[in-house]
């Protein structure tokens, strides 16, 4: 089993859709968990960490559930500028990340 | 904006060149890492370093050295570059501790070994 998995997409939807993206990791060790976003060709970019409670930021909402070991986030209202890959990260011990292949999103007017 | 700098941006080079990829931050972040990407496929942790004088490999094996002798500059060097070696390389650091894993990117060199 991959340490962090995602769908790799891509999803298409319209301009102020709501997307959804999950992601499963199989450390249940693990204790930091954050989404990243990466445009193309170019470095990845903090969107934002996940916290146990679920955090908003906007128009981004994470959630993560440690039972099942998923995390997901949540996209309102989607702009053209959200057209990235989304890249679900999970700690694995001594400051080291592991970093999922992303979920691509393309967003259409 | 994260305070990270890597050079080259690009770099196109023959096979058997030594090449030396730079990375510097401005943070004063004690934990530096380095990661290879090819296009499409995930980020894989090749070395990182937790200070000065300490440095690690990574989860992917690399016929690539770095060294960490200042806090701020964590270069790369392949001592003889391959066609195999082309790659994107993006630089990271971090604060570190527990609470403090977020690690933020330098804008990457793409290299290309002919």
């Known amino acids: 089993r991959k340490e962090v998995e995602q769908d790799p997409g891509p999803f298409n939807v319209p301009e102020g859709a709501t997307v959804a993206f999950n992601c499963t990791y199989s450390?249940?060790?693990?204790?930091?968990f954050f989404w990243y976003r990466q445009d193309c060709r170019k470095e990845p970019k903090l969107l934002m960490s996940v916290y146990s409670s679920g955090n908003e930021d906007g128009r981004f909402t994470a959630q993560l559930n440690r039972a099942s070991q998923y995390i997901s986030l949540l996209i309102r209202d989607s702009k053209l500028s959200d057209s990235a890959t989304y890249l679900c990260v999970v700690n694995k011990g001594y400051s080291t990340l592991t970093f999922g292949k992303g979920t691509m999103l393309l967003v259409s007017p | 904006e994260a305070d990270i700098y890597q050079t080259p941006r690009y770099l196109v080079i023959g096979t058997g060149k030594k090449i030396t990829l730079e990375c510097s931050q401005t943070?004063?972040?004690?934990?530096m890492y380095w990661y290879q990407q090819d296009p499409g496929m995930e980020l894989h942790l090749i070395h990182y370093?937790?200070?000065?004088?300490?440095?690690e490999k990574g989860d992917l094996s690399s016929e690539s050295t770095v060294s960490r002798i200042r806090t701020e500059h964590f270069p790369l060097t392949l001592e003889s570059a391959r066609p195999s070696h082309t790659s994107q390389y993006l630089c990271?650091?971090?604060?570190?501790?527990?609470?403090?894993?977020?690690?933020?990117f330098g804008p990457g060199t793409r290299l290309t070994v002919l």
């Open positions: 450390n249940s060790a693990s204790q930091s």
């Open positions: 370093s937790y200070g000065v004088n300490s440095t």
């Open positions: 943070m004063g972040h004690d934990k």
């Open positions: 990271a650091s971090s604060e570190g501790g527990p609470q403090e894993d977020t690690q933020y």
